[in-house]
């Protein structure tokens, strides 16, 4: 099966999108955080599909996987 998440420049920007749309996989994400269900994202954009939805959740967490974080403030040593 082919992947379902694309990035290309000439579509939004290079945002990485869901094949075939141009719904990018961040307002998928946010819909998901502010409640919505798999289910309403579906109903909320009737080209998309299940499998897009969870790809996009997957991309997410492949990104994070790879990403790697330094804190913003380090601790001090007690004197």
């Not at 998928?28 to 009737?46: D, F, M």
Request: aromatic share 6%; glycine share 6%.
């Amino acid at each position: 099966m082919e992947y379902p998440i694309v990035i290309n420049p000439k579509i939004l920007g290079g945002k990485p999108v869901i094949r075939g749309t141009r719904i990018p996989v961040s307002l998928i994400l946010n819909l998901l955080a502010h409640g919505y269900t798999v289910e309403r994202v579906l109903k909320a954009y009737p080209n998309l599909t299940k499998h897009g939805v969870l790809a996009a959740i997957r991309y997410a967490q492949q990104r994070l996987d790879r990403e790697l974080a330094w804190p913003l403030v380090t601790a001090r040593s007690p004197h």
